[in-house]
């Protein structure tokens, strides 16, 4: 009979703060193929840490052990946890069963990591089951058995691969003295039956006494040797099925937290996707600029008008190419809360300078006849279901009145980022209106929007239509379309930047109270990661 373990001047310490604590010191030991050994001594001696590392779930300082001729002290953690999937079986003293599966679905868990089918993997558990007798409680959960029961179950998970090597870390100790003799009467028989190698770590002299040698341990040292007493490995295949049915049924465990968890990281997907779609929209105008436009404006503000008489004097600039204008209306639809953008424009020059608004031939040429009609955004008129042909109202503020216009055409954006929410009407309209008033504000508009004929013309043409109406009585300011709209976003942008901190900080606070939660679920579930590990699950596999 050969050995199948072997223990070389092992060694073993832990860290706490800046010291190290000794825990096995020099530990040389053999143990043969078919025995039985248990390993005694007092709280502190070490027997755990020793189990542990010849089960191959912690590494020694010093030393080498070889289980089936093996020395696992060279395996990497990967290598390892397939090789302790191969060859060992791990019996637990609390059992280490995962609540959200039944007693059939906790003796499977070691076979997925096997290529075997599920009609094979079914034929091993059903065996096994039958060996500690729980094939009627096949289908209970951990918390429907009994101590001794779940205990069993833990044995046929053990020994559901068929490994050479069983080791069991006080498998009695929370048990009952009847359920404790049959599981030791469970251990013996798969050492006497089926050959099985045990190591068992106990405190209990009457468990001990099962098996065929005792080991002493004290004070990290072996104090007596009992003599008395292969290596393949399992590529780890985790079944996909069974990982995400074992992660819907741990979601489940605690339905109102899982709920709750999930609902605050999507209220803070929502609420980042909502903030970056505001940043946006501010942005969008400046985006969708072109370096072939110019503004001219008043100088002094944009409040302020500029006589139409500027048209034909800027048209004679060297570099301008077209010419056009256009007057901000500020018209109330309904409600003022319904706020769209509305601009009195010449329509000709007007849209042949914005060719990014895309309208039909028929309604371009409709509007364009019709000194009474307005142009919209297609998300304008989705908005308030406008249809061509339905009449406008709008409550002028600017423009006192009662205006109404017949919709004669909806535009689209030649891009998704060009604005589909104005409304465009006749600049002449409004002017004919404004001379019937008295005082009016009539033959004048608000900006002049002026195409280049070459975009790097921009600098010098802005400076000779400034020099132009330089000390008139509307002196203008001329700049890239672009500085025109971003001087829009500058008036607001403290309050863009207090809703992006705010926005940011809630969002900040949601992650956390999130992360807080998860981390006390990991926390909460930290001995069925170590289970799964010890099982040989690889620590990726076991994140799920």
Not at 98 to 126: D, G, M, Q, S
Not at 497 to 512: E, G, H, N, P, T
Not at 529 to 534: D, F, G, N, P, S
Request: net charge neutral; aromatic share 8%.
């Amino acid at each position: 009979m050969g050995t199948m373990v072997e223990v070389a001047d092992v060694s073993k310490s832990y860290r706490r703060g800046d010291r190290r604590i000794p825990v096995l010191s020099g530990i040389n030991l053999a143990i043969a193929e078919g025995d039985f050994v248990a390993l005694m001594g007092p709280s502190g001696s070490g027997k755990s840490t020793l189990l542990n590392l010849i089960a191959g779930i912690d590494h020694p300082d010093a030393g080498a052990i070889r289980i089936g001729g093996v020395d696992i002290t060279r395996l990497d953690e990967s290598a390892l946890a397939g090789w302790r999937a191969a060859n060992v079986g791990f019996v637990f003293q609390f059992y280490n069963l995962l609540p959200v599966l039944t007693a059939f679905e906790n003796v499977e868990l070691p076979l997925l990591l096997t290529r075997l089918t599920k009609r094979e993997r079914r034929e091993h558990i059903e065996l096994v089951l039958r060996l500690v007798d729980l094939e009627e409680r096949k289908d209970h959960y951990p918390g429907q058995l009994s101590g001794g029961e779940q205990q069993r179950v833990a044995i046929a998970r053990a020994v559901v691969t068929d490994p050479a090597l069983i080791v069991a870390d006080e498998p009695t100790g929370d048990l009952d003295r009847n359920s404790a003799r049959g599981v030791l009467a469970l251990l013996g028989r798969l050492n006497r039956d089926l050959g099985k190698t045990i190591i068992l770590v106990t405190h209990d002299h009457l468990a001990a006494a099962s098996a065929h040698a005792i080991m002493q341990l004290d004070k990290g040292e072996l104090i007596n040797e009992a003599s008395n007493l292969s290596g393949g490995s399992i590529e780890p295949v985790m079944s996909g099925l069974f990982f995400f049915g074992l992660v819907a049924r741990n979601l489940l465990r605690h339905r109102l937290r899982s709920a709750l968890t999930l609902a605050g990281i999507m209220i803070a997907i929502v609420a980042f996707g909502l903030l970056r779609t505001v940043v946006d929209a501010w942005y969008a105008g400046a985006e969708a600029t072109s370096a072939k436009r110019l503004i001219t404006r008043n100088a002094i503000s944009l409040i302020f008008p500029l006589p139409i008489s500027y048209l034909q004097r800027i048209r004679q600039i060297a570099g301008v190419a077209t010419v056009s204008y256009a007057n901000w209306f500020a018209g109330v639809y309904i409600d003022e809360k319904n706020f769209f953008p509305q601009f009195a424009i010449e329509p000709k020059s007007y849209l042949a300078l914005y060719p990014e608004f895309v309208l039909p031939p028929d309604a371009l040429s409709a509007f364009l006849k019709d000194q009474g009609g307005a142009i919209a955004g297609r998300r304008v008129a989705e908005q308030y279901g406008w249809k061509v042909g339905d009449v406008v109202p709008l409550r002028g503020t600017i423009y006192p009145g009662e205006w109404r216009f017949v919709l004669r055409g909806i535009y689209t954006g030649a891009e998704p980022k060009i604005d589909e929410t104005n409304l465009f009407f006749h600049w002449n309209y409004l002017n004919e209106e404004q001379k019937k008033q008295p005082g009016g504000r009539q033959d004048h508009v608000g900006i002049y929007i002026i195409g280049l004929q070459r975009a790097v013309e921009a600098a010098r043409v802005s400076r000779d239509i400034d020099a132009l109406f330089k000390n008139s009585m509307a002196e203008t300011l001329t700049e890239t379309e672009k500085a025109f709209q971003l001087g829009f976003v500058a008036m607001t942008e403290a309050i863009l930047v207090v809703v992006q901190i705010v926005s940011l900080f809630v969002i900040a606070i949601i992650l956390a109270v999130a992360a807080n939660t998860m981390t006390m679920a990991v926390r909460e579930r930290r001995r069925e990661y170590a289970t799964l590990q010890a099982l040989g699950l690889v620590p990726g596999t076991c994140l799920g």
